[in-house]
């Protein structure tokens, strides 16, 4: 296979011992709210409360019952399902490369070439590939199918490294009310949609969602964003097109606080990565959130259409500088994306996938789960 690159052999990063069995991925916990009827989009109020409250959640786990293991069931099946395609690729045929009884020379420089081309990055795939090879040598592995076990290991352990520092606010044990998102991501990405997803996935949780149509710029993305809620029975705060979107925000968040929603999730405009005027826009937003509402926004989600590789990576850079980035949302893995994507978001940005898109409807959105998604791409 041609050799794009070769990689360079100085000590890897340390990493922690690899586990004998697959790790387990962090439940997320419910906020345990009563189920509400959703209202009519709340009044709005100049002012708002000066004091926010805190709503406690439960440390401990809720009781696995028969329907929460079925939605979980489903949940991994639509995983799988959504990743054929992906897996069909680059990742199919690093499974092959396994395939063989014992480990041969050539199968770490093919490894190599297959992580990039997957869209893993540089980066990435050297610290892969050394971590692999040093657990292989340090105990004696001869056998290619424990080596491609070691590899699923390594892989879920980048994709999980960003927890440490980045664990998913709701199972933090208290929630600031509202607890409010915004959503970022350039034109395409399915940006709209995934806010309608998470809606509906908040609901499911028992809680009170408001909306927040801040694209106020891009034809029809308010009417868009308004037919989405009605599906989700979500009141939204929105104004004219062309207005302010800070002051769309300034109403969004006074009308949670005075309406005592539990979520706030603000949709931004799909603002082009390189236009310095456009970032200095969504940080104005953040300021007035913040303003409002002290804590405020108190996550950050980007959506990136995995199809875009390491174009998507470079996005989340400049929206990280920007905004101050806290996860990723996963779109359009059903597609032509590669998937090693996620990998490269992980280990060169130290982000979190929080959410992955399985398609196109309401409730098609998945929690990220690190071994189900390797074990989906190398079957």
């Known amino acids: ?5 070769r990689r360079n052999k100085q000590e890897p990063q340390p990493l922690d011992a690899l586990p004998a069995t697959p790790i387990e991925q962090p439940v997320a916990q419910p906020v345990p709210v009563a189920p509400t009827e959703q209202p009519v989009a709340p009044a709005i109020s100049p002012q708002a409360p000066s004091s926010v409250v805190n709503k406690t959640v439960s440390a401990a ?7 929460t293991a079925r939605e979980e069931r489903e949940q991994t099946a639509k995983v799988e399902q959504s990743l054929q395609r992906t897996r069909r690729g680059f990742f199919s045929q690093i499974s092959e490369l396994f395939a063989a009884d014992e480990i041969t020379p050539s199968l770490w420089d093919d490894l190599q070439d297959l992580l990039v081309l997957g869209d893993c990055g540089v980066d990435t795939t ?3 590939l050394d971590a692999l090879e ?23 352990q980048v994709l999980d490294a960003p927890l440490k520092t980045h664990r998913p606010p709701w199972l933090s044990g208290t929630l600031p009310q509202p607890y409010v998102m915004m959503v970022v991501g ?3 990405v399915g940006k709209t949609t995934t806010i309608a997803k998470l809606t509906r996935y908040f609901q499911r949780l028992g809680n009170r969602v408001l909306l927040g149509a801040a694209d106020t710029f891009r034809a029809a993305a308010i009417d868009q964003l308004q037919i989405w809620a009605d599906r989700a ?5 929105r104004h004219e097109p062309n207005s302010d979107p800070g002051a769309v925000v300034f109403d969004a968040v006074s009308a949670a606080l005075n309406g005592h929603e539990d979520i706030l999730i603000i949709d931004t ?9 456009l970032m200095e826009e969504l940080k104005k937003l953040r300021r007035v959130a913040e303003k409002q509402l002290p804590g405020a926004p108190h996550d950050v989600l980007l959506v990136i ?20 980035v806290s996860g990723v949302v996963l779109t359009k893995l059903d597609g032509t994306a590669k998937g090693g994507i996620a990998f490269a978001i992980a280990r060169d940005l130290g982000l979190p996938i929080r959410f992955i898109g399985t398609g196109e409807k309401l409730d098609d959105l998945a929690e990220f789960n690190s071994r189900h998604f390797v074990d989906a791409l190398i079957a």
């Open 1 to 5: 296979m041609f050799r794009f690159f």
């Open 233 to 237: 029975g979500a009141p939204l705060i």
């Open 134 to 156: 040093k657990s292989v040598t340090r105990d004696r592995i001869k056998r290619a199918s424990t080596a491609k076990a070691l590899l699923k290991d390594v892989l879920v």
């Open 305 to 324: 259409d995995a199809t875009t590789g390491q174009n998507g990576l470079q996005q989340a850079k400049i929206f990280t500088e920007a905004v101050d």
């Open 61 to 67: 786990p809720p009781a696995v019952d028969v329907e």
């Open 269 to 277: 405009a799909g603002r082009l990565h390189n236009k310095t005027n």
């Open 186 to 188: 350039v034109n395409g």
């Open 126 to 128: 050297n610290f892969v």
